[in-house]
């Protein structure tokens, strides 16, 4: 980009909201993986019409555009990977409408999804999805990748609470899509299509996206057992039961012990934990724990503990709150979080074979789990200034994500493909799926300049 | 010329462990007001990492970064990875130091306040009220009352109340007649040597008083004393009390007692250099609790989350503080709260500076149980609300 080009930028969104400093350049090139990009100039538009001229702009010089919103992409998403323009959207942050009646809200895409939700708390509503990273992730971000999170179980991804959002296509063009409704099938479903585009098709500036009530109350059980794969059978049971638990997560052996070192808490000795929650009101939750506790016993618990009070409830979340703070204490620098997802009847045979395949390379995989919905987080440790360590730990990885091709499962259930899992959406979509797709892309993004060279391989 | 930072062992694996994840930006206050990345902890440690690759030049925007961290510790508070942010913050600016490539010309002039006047503010002598008062103390005891500067030179009230309340607990105490400032601000923008010139000083007249416990009203002075004192061993273990927590015993034990009541919705705001550095969260709010007609109101963003005053942002950048009080009394529901109470001099002064007309009074808390037992008859901005 030349001085004539960032002048241009600089009288869309204003000197104060335009940076080519080197130090924002590198900061704003980066994620939390390890993609490094080459951010040309950061510009932090305050409206949809100024991010609509930085498109067009964009168009007529054919110089990338990298959507952002708080940066916490376990992919690679955000990353610049050519030179060009990060399209910040932090200061696009105000909440513009609690719909209470219609149980909906209205944001610009920059709002956290913990502010939203604290602005939620007095009216005693909330949205359910929570990724790990919430109290910084943003709406926008959120909506684009489609996050999940632990709650995802009961209460799904992103995509089933977006009514609408307000996106800019890469040609300029403003459009609204969805409606106030819970239903509508009038034309083809946009705001899906976009919902998990990984902002490759359009730059969501508002998304309109329902709440509901927070329940009554919700209530933890811990189950400890002998094996992965009895703790893996246990919870495949509770869900076919249709017990319907807010979450279900499993931790392995790893993390228990690293856990129980970082917050000194004193577990049996077990091959593998559960943590189950379920809420609603209160009888129904007692029924549906106690049932949920007789499985346990018929798949060879070894201890069950379970939670009277929203304290000791808060108490037995702390454990997998934790759990990845407690890496640490095996002391590595760094930790590539994957996200494969099998059907749940195979949650068993995944667990074990990503025991299996960390053994065989003698490298760190703790894993936990969602498992109510076959997702789980394989956490590859290695030293970053440790080049073989890196190399076992991305051999690794490619044949976790084979594993869970083979078992019928996806490479990605939260994350997105971004970057880092470009070189293996082949295992998962065949070239005909992948050329309907590219051919979308190219009729929203004819030139190529939105978040290019990301979810496919290189052609 | 270029500048490479270099850490120990224990500082480069914590830099190491930041990756990045972003949730800091839910907690810095800098970066609540500007919006930008590299005004967060995650953009400071990256700068941090990138000045060692070598990939962006010690130039006046990454100072700027470097200095207006306000070391506040709330990014630390939500930090998945554990990184001792402040820690790696503080190294590096004792660093820029040692490389003659810090502090900045106005941070120096500090070091020079403290070697003419004892103390930051360059102030040549205390108010009439306190000094007199201190006149009246005995010249050495078992227990000095550090001042502190702020409370000393600015807010001499604080202190003139405490003696009192200190009186009524029969501790005997003292004061230091030409108490030198504990140099926690030199310290804290890396003028490591000069920190520790300036503490031995008090070190040596504590040996020499053959000191056994130093109380403080500072919460930054608490922290010095706490874990700069024992560094220099100079002295036999010292014993160290914020002055919260000796009321509080006081309070409970019964040696002191409230009489008047104080009908007022309050809420505490948690000095960073007490909460989060010391832990202390408890004993200030169990003083308000003692009192009678006091209503305590927890905000949303109370103890570790507490936010920051930006009382440690010096001299140039002193104009981000009123940005960080703002966003303070922002979170304060006006419509139930209707004074902020503090425990540190400097979260008085900035509050006190930039509290909105619709919160009737920003007080200190020895001031607050000082007129509650019956010792002072006025705090400022109290008016109507007591008895």
Same mark, same amino acid.
């Given at each position: ?13 204003g000197?104060?909201?335009l940076?080519?400093?080197?130090l ?11 993609v490094?990009?080459?951010a ?5 538009p305050?409206?949809?019409?100024q ?11 054919k110089i ?9 992409s376990?992919?690679g998403?955000?990353v ?16 513009l409408?609690?719909d ?10 920059g ?13 005693n ?29 009961k209460y799904?991804?992103f995509?089933d609470w ?12 403003i459009?609204s899509t969805?409606?106030k409704t819970?239903?509508s ?10 919902t998990?585009?990984?902002g ?11 709440v509901i ?7 933890v059980?811990?189950?400890f ?9 246990a919870a495949?049971?509770i869900?076919v039961?249709g ?16 856990i ?11 091959g593998?934990?559960l943590i ?9 939750v007692?029924?549906r724990?106690?049932?949920a ?7 060879g618990?070894?201890?069950v503990?379970v ?11 702390? %454990?997998?709150?934790s759990? !990845?703070?407690?890496?640490?204490v &095996?002391g590595? #620098?760094?930790?590539?979080?994957e996200? @494969?997802? /099998? ?8 667990l074990?074979?990503?025991?299996e395949i960390?053994s ?5 995989v ?14 590859v ?5 440790n080049r073989?360590?890196y190399?076992?730990?991305?051999? %690794?990885?490619?044949?976790? !994500?084979?594993?869970a091709?083979? &078992?019928?499962? #996806? ?5 997105? @493909?971004? /970057?880092l ?6 295992l998962?979509?065949?070239?005909k799926?992948?050329?309907v ?6 009729l ?9 060279h990301k979810?496919f391989?290189e052609e | ?8 062992k ?10 990045r ?23 400071r440690?990256?700068?941090?990492q ?9 130039d006046?925007?990454?100072l700027?970064?470097?200095y ?12 998945p990875?554990?990184v001792?942010v ?5 190294d590096?600016?004792r660093q820029?130091?040692?490389a ?6 106005e941070h ?5 306040n ?14 009439r ?5 201190i006149?009246k103390l ?12 702020v409370?000393?030179y ?7 109340t ?5 009186e ?6 003292a004061?230091?007649?030409d108490?030198?400032c ?11 040597k ?5 503490l ?15 109380v403080?009203?500072?919460?930054m002075?608490?922290n010095?004393f ?11 273990k010292?014993?160290?009390?914020h002055s ?5 015993e006081a ?5 002191i007692?409230?009489?008047r ?12 250099h ?6 202390v ?14 209503e305590?109101?927890?905000?949303e963003r ?6 920051c ?5 010096r001299?140039p ?12 009394f ?22 006190y ?10 007080f ?6 000082g ?9 400022e901005?109290?008016?109507g609300?007591?008895?």
């Amino acid at each position: 980009m030349d001085k004539q080009h960032i002048d241009e930028l600089a009288g869309i969104v204003g000197p104060e909201n335009l940076s080519t400093e080197t130090l924002e350049l590198e900061v704003y090139s980066r994620d939390p993986t390890v993609v490094r990009g080459q951010a040309e100039a950061v510009v932090w538009p305050r409206t949809a019409e100024q991010v609509s001229k930085i498109l067009v702009f964009a168009n007529r010089t054919k110089i990338p555009v990298y959507p952002r919103g708080a940066g916490s992409s376990l992919c690679g998403g955000p990353v610049p990977l050519r030179p060009g323009i990060v399209l910040s959207l932090e200061r696009m942050n105000r909440i513009l409408e609690i719909d209470v009646d219609n149980l909906q809200f209205l944001a610009e895409a920059g709002v956290s999804i913990r502010e939203i939700n604290d602005a939620l708390k007095p009216l005693n509503l909330f949205i359910p999805p929570d990724p790990a990273s919430e109290v910084a992730c943003t709406i926008g971000g959120c909506v684009a990748n489609n996050a999940g999170g632990i709650h995802a179980v009961k209460y799904g991804t992103f995509r089933d609470w977006v009514l609408g959002v307000e996106v800019v296509l890469p040609t300029g063009e403003i459009i609204s899509t969805g409606t106030k409704t819970r239903k509508s099938v009038s034309g083809y479903d946009l705001t899906g299509l976009i919902t998990g585009s990984e902002g490759t098709l359009a730059v969501i500036t508002k998304v309109r996206a329902r709440v509901i009530a927070v329940p009554e109350t919700s209530r933890v059980t811990t189950a400890f057992f002998k094996t992965p794969e009895d703790a893996g059978r246990a919870a495949f049971k509770i869900m076919v039961a249709g017990l319907n638990p807010s979450a279900i997560e499993l931790l392995d052996e790893t993390l228990m012990q690293t856990i129980s070192q970082y917050l000194t808490m004193k577990f049996p000795p077990a091959g593998a934990m559960l943590i189950i929650e379920f809420d609603g009101s209160r009888g129904e939750v007692k029924d549906r724990m106690d049932r949920a506790e007789e499985i346990c016993k018929g798949e060879g618990v070894i201890e069950v503990r379970v939670s009277a009070t929203d304290q000791e409830s808060q108490m037995l979340w702390s %454990a997998r709150k934790s759990a !990845f703070q407690s890496l640490a204490v &095996l002391g590595k #620098t760094s930790i590539q979080i994957e996200d @494969v997802t /099998v059907p749940i009847s195979k949650i068993p045979e995944m667990l074990r074979r990503i025991h299996e395949i960390a053994s065989r390379h003698g490298i760190l995989v703790p894993t936990f789990g969602h498992v109510g919905d076959g997702n789980f987080h394989p956490h590859v440790l290695y030293d970053e200034e440790n080049r073989e360590e890196y190399e076992t730990a991305m051999k %690794a990885t490619e044949e976790i !994500f084979k594993t869970a091709i083979e &078992l019928g499962g #996806t490479i990605s259930g939260e994350h997105g @493909v971004g /970057v880092l899992k470009r070189e293996f959406f082949s295992l998962e979509h065949d070239t005909k799926e992948t050329a309907v797709m590219r051919r979308i892309k190219r009729l929203f993004d004819p030139n190529n300049i939105l978040n290019p060279h990301k979810i496919f391989p290189e052609e | 010329m270029s500048f490479t930072p270099t850490f120990n062992k224990e500082l480069t694996y914590d830099l190491n462990k930041c990756f990045r994840c972003s949730f800091c930006r839910s907690q810095c206050p800098i970066y609540r007001s500007k919006m930008n990345e590299t005004w967060n902890a995650r953009g400071r440690m990256m700068a941090v990492q990138l000045l060692r690759e070598g990939r962006v030049p010690l130039d006046e925007k990454v100072l700027e970064r470097i200095y207006t961290c306000a070391l506040c510790k709330s990014c630390e508070e939500i930090c998945p990875g554990l990184v001792k942010v402040t820690d790696i913050v503080r190294d590096l600016r004792r660093q820029l130091v040692e490389a003659k490539r810090g502090p900045l010309p106005e941070h120096l002039k500090l070091y020079e306040n403290i070697t003419e006047t004892k103390n930051v503010l360059a102030l040549k002598s205390r108010p009439r009220e306190l000094q007199e008062a201190i006149d009246k103390l005995p010249q050495t005891a078992d227990t000095v009352l550090f001042m502190g500067c702020v409370a000393q030179y600015v807010y001499p009230r604080h202190l003139t109340t405490l003696f009192k309340i200190l009186e009524k607990t029969e501790t005997d105490f003292a004061v230091l007649k030409d108490e030198v400032c504990c140099g926690s601000y030199l310290a804290e923008l890396g003028l490591a040597k000069e920190a520790e010139e300036v503490l031995a000083k008090t070190a040596k007249i504590l040996r020499e008083q053959d000191v056994k416990r130093i109380v403080t009203l500072c919460p930054m002075c608490y922290n010095t004393f706490r874990n700069d004192l024992p560094r220099l061993k100079v002295t036999p273990k010292i014993e160290v009390q914020h002055s919260t927590q000796l009321l509080e015993e006081a309070l409970t034990s019964g040696v002191i007692k409230t009489s008047r009541p104080v009908k007022m919705r309050l809420t505490y705001k948690d000095p960073c250099h007490l909460g989060r550095y010391a832990e202390v969260y408890d004993a200030p709010r169990n003083i308000l609790r003692m009192i009678e007609g006091v209503e305590l109101i927890e905000l949303e963003r109370t103890r570790e989350f507490s936010r920051c005053c930006g009382g440690t942002i010096r001299v140039p950048y002193s104009e981000l503080r009123n940005d960080l009080c703002r966003s303070f009394f922002d979170d304060v529901p006006k419509s139930k709260v209707e004074g902020v109470v503090t425990s540190c001099p400097t979260c008085f002064h900035n509050l006190y500076s930039t509290a909105p007309y619709e919160i009737k009074g920003v007080f200190d808390i020895h001031e607050i149980l000082g007129y509650a037992m019956g010792m002072i008859e006025r705090i400022e901005d109290l008016t109507g609300f007591l008895e």
